[in-house]
């Protein structure tokens, strides 16, 4: 399956916005099976402190990546705002637990901007670029890209 690429321009759609700490995110909207309330998870030893467990969703056993934690973002709190946005990547259902949901908004050229260039003190691997909607600022995440990530490990490259 191949993808195209953007240039470092993110493309015009929809995406699903959410709040981390005092940020608001951008996904595509077409990535998003479902959103959920956070309940608890089944810890998975040995796991990296962003991996929150794996809940088992009707039957599928979905692994729970916890954002804040992975972009540094302090201590995670979980309260009644807190949401689960579960994916569909690739051929695999994960999780993410984020601060809370706001909309779906739809971006286009005029309002889509490259992610800046911070040389080697930012991590900027996973920002497809920056949206403005009204007096917002939406930093656009290539979620597939993160969850694939090596780091991440969800998503095996190939079966040995």
Do not use: W
């Amino acid at each position: 399956m191949e993808h195209a690429e953007t240039t470092g321009i993110v493309a015009s759609g929809e995406y699903l916005t959410f709040t981390l700490g005092a940020e608001e995110y951008g996904m595509d909207i077409l990535k998003v099976q479902e959103i959920r309330g956070y309940d608890a998870v089944t810890k998975i030893a040995n796991s990296p402190p962003f991996i929150k467990g794996v809940i088992n969703l009707r039957g599928v056993i979905v692994p729970i990546v916890d954002l804040r934690i992975k972009f540094k973002l302090g201590e995670p709190t979980y309260d009644q705002f807190t949401v689960v946005i579960i994916l569909n990547i690739g051929k695999r259902v994960m999780g993410i637990v984020v601060d809370g949901v706001s909309d779906v908004i739809q971006l286009n050229s005029d309002n889509l901007r490259s992610a800046p260039e911070f040389g080697s003190i930012l991590d900027t691997r996973y920002i497809l670029g920056l949206g403005t909607v009204e007096n917002r600022m939406i930093i656009v995440v290539d979620i597939e890209k993160l969850m694939s990530s090596q780091e991440m490990a969800l998503i095996e490259e190939s079966v040995a």
